[in-house]
T-cell receptor, first 114, second 112 residues
Framework: DVKVTQSSRYLVKRTGEKVFLECVQD?????MFWYRQDPGLGLRLIYF???????EKGDIPEGYSVSREKKERFSLILESASTNQTSMYLC?????????????FGSGTRLTVV | QQQVKQSPQSLIVQKGGISIINCAYE??????FPWYQQFPGKGPALLIA???DVSEKKEGRFTISFNKSAKQFSLHIMDSQPGDSATYFC???????????WGAGTKLIIKP
């Protein structure tokens, strides 16, 4: 069974801290994504990557950066955490770019910034 | 033009009833319309998807109805069960674009 694993289920960080959210997929998928999920706002794309060392900004990249040094791992970095970054963060992967290529999501990391 | 508008935001249905969630889009270039289901504490998972060359697709109790002229598509859950209680997202994409454009989600509660 294919898997996307997010390293932490819950995180509590202080304002100003640098925060790393890790995501690993075991499906050899080309594309990986970071979303944040907030009530009433659905899923908002932060960054995505279509290849190792490649990254593209999504809809809300401000305050975030990403790293993809290996195909299976996609990290989201909050350079200086702020309270408005308190959210559920979801990582996803997708095998390719055909329309039928579904997204596989991790279970999410609920981040609280205090 | 990139938006997908989903309604209602929340929905309560009696067990055995029909749950209906609607989505509308503007971009006529969209050619793939999936629905994702998310249970509490889990990430969304692909439930069912449709291409615009058909008007309906059925998988078990789940049916997508697609109206190309109205630029609308909907998810129907027949004989709704408490285990269907989840958040449902519609989405759309065009061609080989990397991204899905997501609706805001509908929280569905099936009352026993």
């Amino acid at each position: 069974d294919v898997k996307v694993t997010q390293s932490s289920r819950y995180l509590v960080k202080r304002t100003g801290e640098k925060v790393f959210l890790e995501c690993v997929q075991d499906m050899d998928h080309e594309n990986m994504f970071w979303y944040r999920q907030d009530p009433g706002l659905g899923l908002r794309l932060i960054y995505f990557s279509y290849d190792v060392k490649m990254k593209e900004k999504g809809d809300i990249p401000e305050g975030y950066s990403v790293s993809r040094e290996k195909k299976e791992r996609f990290s989201l970095i909050l350079e200086s955490a702020s309270t408005n970054q308190t959210s559920m963060y979801l990582c996803a992967s997708r095998p390719g770019n055909r329309a039928g290529d579904g997204y596989t999501f991790g279970s999410g990391t609920r981040l609280t910034v205090v | 033009q990139q938006q997908v508008k989903q309604s209602p935001q929340s929905l309560i249905v009696q067990k055995g009833g029909i749950s209906i969630i609607n989505c509308a889009y503007e971009n006529t270039a969209f050619d793939y319309f999936p629905w994702y289901q998310q249970f509490p504490g889990k990430g969304p998972a692909l439930l069912i998807a449709i291409r615009p060359d058909v008007s309906e697709k059925k998988e078990g109790r789940f049916t997508i109805s697609f109206n190309k002229s109205a630029k609308q598509f909907s998810l129907h859950i027949m004989d709704s069960q408490p285990g269907d209680s989840a958040t449902y997202f519609c989405a759309a994409s065009k061609g080989s674009n990397y991204q899905l454009i997501w609706g805001a989600g509908t929280k569905l509660i099936i009352k026993p």
